[in-house]
């Protein structure tokens, strides 16, 4: 057995005088170090119009919408204010029925503006 005598060995019968952890954030790791913790961000827009920017576009969440919509009736009624992205309505799991809300995304801040505008 190889015994390394610089190193300091607790003596029989004393306890350890740290507490010792076990598991994620016991020891200092480096997960985070370097760029790992930094995270992309939008610049922020002072409009208070209601489009929210996102990565590949504009956004605006519609509420009100009838629980027995379709995506195609959503797509049709704001279509004529520009270009539709994307297209999202989220249903209830239990009945299967639209929540109330929608989210249209358009590619550009005027079309996204004029819907909020036109709505408001």
Not at 95 to 106: D, H, N, R, S
């Amino acid at each position: 057995m190889d015994v390394d005598y610089d190193e300091e060995v607790p003596e029989e019968g004393s306890r350890p005088t740290g507490r010792r952890m076990k598991g994620r954030g016991g020891e200092e790791d480096d997960r985070y170090a370097g760029k790992a913790g930094k995270f992309e961000r939008l610049d922020d827009d002072d409009d208070e119009t209601g489009a929210a920017r996102s990565i590949e576009g504009w956004v605006i969440i519609v509420s009100g919408v009838h629980e027995e919509a379709q995506e195609d009736d959503i797509f049709e009624a704001f279509s004529e204010y520009g270009d539709i992205k994307n297209l999202h309505l989220n249903l209830d799991r239990r009945t299967g029925f639209v929540k109330g809300y929608a989210f249209i995304e358009y590619e550009n801040k005027q079309e996204a503006f004029g819907v909020a505008l036109a709505l408001s």
